[in-house]
């Protein structure tokens, strides 16, 4: 059984850092791209991040770009997302999602919730 | 970046109406578009890939067509356990990219 459990979250100052985890189980991780899909408070999904299996290769939106960074450790089945310079706009619930071509995002964690606020 | 804009952004339907959910992307993305259905706090849950394609364990109430740059989502006969909102999102290129949602109220 495919599970993705989320933890690092918590009220963090502006300006402040945060890292989330993302530990996977039931499935080949390296095999697989991974995401982290945030949500604000009464909002839509926005695909913040994204990195390839190997983690070779990573994409990101324009409103985390050069704040953010997504990384794996593959030895570990355990997906990152490093925080930095955090705005009040980053408040949300944040999820990873494994990525299965051609499918998308076929499996999801539960969410982990990031308040910004001093 | 690839704007999806879905329509309407809610609506109220009775059990067994037919109702459609339309996605439109800015530019073309071939079929590579999903559908996510999502409930009060809880994660999104899959229920279509490459437009038309549906998830194992989806109801076969659900069905999804279109390509290029519009797209439908629709459910042939609304069940109380579908109230829900409902996302499309495009995998054709980076950044990934969702609509803004449709909430289907009962």
Redesign the interface.
Known sequence: EVQLLESGGGLVQPGGSLRLSCAASGFTFSNYAM?W?RQAPGK????VS?IDGPGDNT????SVKGRFTISRDNSKNTLYLQMNSLRAEDTAVY?CAKDRP??????????TLITVSS | ?IQMTQSPSSLSASVGDRVTITCRASQGISH?L?W?Q?KPGK????LI??ASNL?TGVPSRFSGSGSGTDFTLTISSLQPEDSATY?C?Q?HS????????TKVEI
Not at chain 1, 44 to 47: D, F, H, P, Q, S
Not at chain 1, 59 to 62: G, L, M, Q, S, V
């Open positions: 995401s899909v839509g999904l926005e695909c994204l994409y990101y939106a324009d999820y051609p499918v998308a995002f076929d499996y999801w964690g539960q969410g | 970046d590579y999903a996510f999502q994660a999104p849950k899959s890939y490459l998830q996302y999102q995998y980076h950044p990934r990219t969702f609509g803004g949602g």
